[in-house]
């Protein structure tokens, strides 16, 4: 039996409950890890509270992300006491998650632990911090470098964007952050960015083409502030989607990716190949400021998770939730 978030599907309806669970729940793996640190993540919230159809097995431990110690492993590539993370794969949504004491996975899924990261800082960074790195990576590799004018981080107070703030500033870019808690501009500009801006200047449905503004984007939120995002991008800049907080949908125009060679990049966390995982990590390894990771880190244990969730979805949550497992 483990301790855990199990999320089940019968005649009493959809339910997320803290329970003990049989580990005949857990599916096949060559590689069994117990769990130090698990996240709480926004596609975490959609699966607790059932706001959308992100689990698609049942019944299923919740969780995208986590970071543990190897107890079993019958791949050759892992040894008991490896220290090991794990971000996307389908963990949480059609495989057993990180919110639990015990995942049972496939070995060619993980990643080693960084020796400059503890457990507990890998999920501060999570699957979050690992996909805004994807998209300064993504900017990066398109040409854009620092001097070339301002980066917008749209939905800034969530995981991915505070993230994104602490990398890019780091890395000498000026950040203006898209928040609709202007409230918290202190702490974002704390993080590293340089201005922030209501997300009602980009939420609103808007031109095919706009006033240039922005050198490169990463966006969270999707819908019109993507499309406006798009519109207001400098010639031959780029936008780095990872997100939908604001809707699936994209009301644009192909304006301004034929009249000013504006690129947009789909950033994808989820299934990325190894290879694009461990320049990630490394990266965030070299870039990130643990010190503003811990600023913008708040933990909670399995027995608040739940309320946590509902909280994430009314968006009274900012930066990133860690979760400790085993309390």
Not at 42 to 71: E, H
Not at 197 to 226: C, Q
Not at 270 to 285: D, K, N
Request: one cysteine or more.
């Amino acid at each position: 039996m483990l301790n855990g978030i199990l999320i089940t599907k019968d005649e009493a309806g959809y339910q997320a409950r803290l329970q003990a669970i049989d580990d005949a729940v857990l599916q096949e793996g060559d590689v069994t890890v117990s769990i130090e640190w698990s996240t709480l993540n926004y596609k975490d919230g959609l699966a607790i509270t059932g706001k959308a159809p992100v689990v698609r097995r049942f019944p299923l431990i919740p969780g995208i992300d986590f970071a543990g110690t190897v107890s079993e492993s019958s791949n050759p590539a892992w040894k008991i006491g490896d220290k090991v993370i794990l971000n996307g794969w389908g963990v949480g949504e059609t495989h057993c998650g990180g919110l639990a004491e015990v995942a049972r996975i496939k070995g060619e899924w993980l990643v080693p632990l960084p020796k400059q990261f503890s457990t507990r800082q890998a999920m501060a960074i999570g699957t979050a911090g690992y996909t805004a790195m994807l998209c300064v990576l993504a900017l990066e590799k398109h040409g854009i470098k620092a001097g070339d004018g301002d980066i917008l981080v749209t939905g800034a107070n969530g995981g991915v964007g505070s993230v994104a703030i602490a990398l890019l500033a780091k890395l000498g870019y000026r950040v203006v952050a898209s928040t609709g808690r202007v409230a918290e501009a202190e702490h974002l500009k704390a993080l590293g960015a340089s201005e922030v801006i209501d997300r009602n200047e980009l939420s609103a449905p808007g031109k095919p083409i706009g006033k240039e503004r922005w050198a490169g984007v990463v966006d969270t939120v999707g819908s019109h502030t993507l499309a406006n995002a798009c519109a207001t991008t400098r010639y031959r800049g780029a936008v780095a989607a990872c997100g939908l907080a604001g809707g699936m949908d994209f009301p644009a125009t192909v304006a301004p990716f034929i009249l000013r060679g504006v690129t947009l990049y789909g950033i994808d966390s989820v299934m990325a190949p190894l290879s694009v995982r461990q320049e990630a990590w490394a990266r965030l390894e070299r870039d990130l400021d643990t010190a503003k990771l811990d600023a913008m880190t708040k933990e909670i244990g399995l027995g608040e998770v739940l309320e946590a969730a509902g909280q994430l979805m009314a968006g009274q949550i900012r930066g990133r939730v860690i979760v400790d497992v085993n309390r």
